[in-house]
């Protein structure tokens, strides 16, 4: 039992650890931003990294009044479409190979799960894949194993990053402004 309460200390601690840094060292947000939103977006990385309660946080640090909106913005949104663009490439790079990679070694069905996914859904498989965790950095993996043309994936994944950046950074930027009458 001690183990099942021991992971979600550990997401709180680190979560907090990098706000607190942000907050402290307000010259590195923009950069930490880009950072996280790159790993969050990362196939594989993504497992290990969970950036996203991150970005809310310092959304909130926004919304203090401490950093501003428009370079955090643009940080998430571009880390999140050099992730994906980096997940596409190791994709289309190593096709198959990347199948004897965990977790995809363990959970096998997962790859044709994806293209059927990409294959329904087109282009938009990569704006929806934005929004849930686990499609999150797998969507664009899956896009480059089965070769979704190159222009059309650039166009969804950084069309998606800036919404998908904004969904997380805005309720903390505008909730606590409006919360604290700033």
């Given amino acids: 039992m001690l183990g099942s309460h021991l ?3 550990m997401l709180e601690q680190y ?3 990098l706000i607190d840094f942000v907050r402290d060292n307000q010259m590195w947000a923009a950069p930490v931003v880009g950072l996280l939103a790159f790993a969050e977006s990362l196939a594989f990385f993504s497992l290990i990294v ?6 809310i946080g ?3 640090l926004v919304g203090l009044g ?3 909106f428009w370079p ?3 940080a998430a949104a571009v880390g999140a479409g050099l992730g994906d663009w980096v997940s596409y490439w190791l994709g289309f790079t190593f096709k198959d190979k990347v199948a004897r990679i965990w977790p995809l070694s363990r959970h096998p069905e997962l790859l044709p799960k994806g293209e059927a996914f990409i294959k329904r859904f087109g282009v938009a498989a990569i704006f929806i894949g934005r929004f849930f965790g686990p499609l999150r950095a797998s ?3 899956v896009a480059g194993i089965f070769v979704m043309p190159w222009w059309h994936f650039q ?3 950084f069309s998606s990053a800036f919404v998908w950046a904004a969904v997380l950074l805005v309720p903390g930027a505008l909730g606590l402004k409006w919360f604290t009458g700033a």
């Fill in 155 to 157: 166009a969804a994944n």
């Fill in 72 to 74: 955090i913005w643009v």
């Fill in 139 to 141: 969507v664009p993996l």
């Fill in 58 to 60: 310092i959304g909130a």
């Fill in 7 to 9: 992971f979600p200390d």
């Fill in 15 to 17: 979560t907090q650890s």
């Fill in 66 to 68: 401490g950093l501003e």
């Fill in 50 to 55: 969970p950036a996203w309660a991150a970005l």
